[in-house]
């Protein structure tokens, strides 16, 4: 079993920053990669960026040059520094921990653009 929990959310002006981290314990040596999905009111959940450790990452298309994901293999930890937020970026935030047989899930954490 893997845990992991979401910090970092919150309100921001459009062309702000956030900077959102993960956690992540439990069966840590089973993590194979970390993401961060979005989703919105009405919306279906989407992927925002990806980090395989030792490996590539990965980004949704329009958040590619605003946004940053870094992973720590030896700390257990996720980062997505987010950069000119735009009001449609408002969405819950998750962090995901994916394992040779389950990809996990943390609460989500809320981020809120203002126009």
């Known amino acids: 079993q893997v845990q992991v929990v979401e910090s970092g959310g919150g309100l921001v002006q459009a062309g702000g920053s956030l900077r959102l981290s993960c956690a992540a314990s439990?069966?840590?040596?089973?993590?194979?990669?970390m993401g961060w999905y979005r989703q919105a009111p009405g919306k279906q959940r989407e992927l925002v960026a990806t980090?395989?450790?030792?490996?590539?990452?990965n980004y949704a298309d329009d958040v590619k040059g605003r946004f940053t994901i870094s992973g720590d293999n030896a700390k257990n930890t996720l980062s997505l520094q987010m950069n000119t937020l735009k009001p449609e970026d408002t969405a819950a935030y998750y962090c995901?921990?994916?394992?040779?047989?389950?990809?996990?899930w943390g609460q989500g954490t809320q981020v809120t653009v203002s126009s």
């Open positions: 980090i395989v450790f030792g490996g590539n990452t």
């Open positions: 439990g069966s840590i040596r089973s993590i194979r990669a």
């Open positions: 995901t921990a994916l394992t040779i047989s389950k990809m996990y």
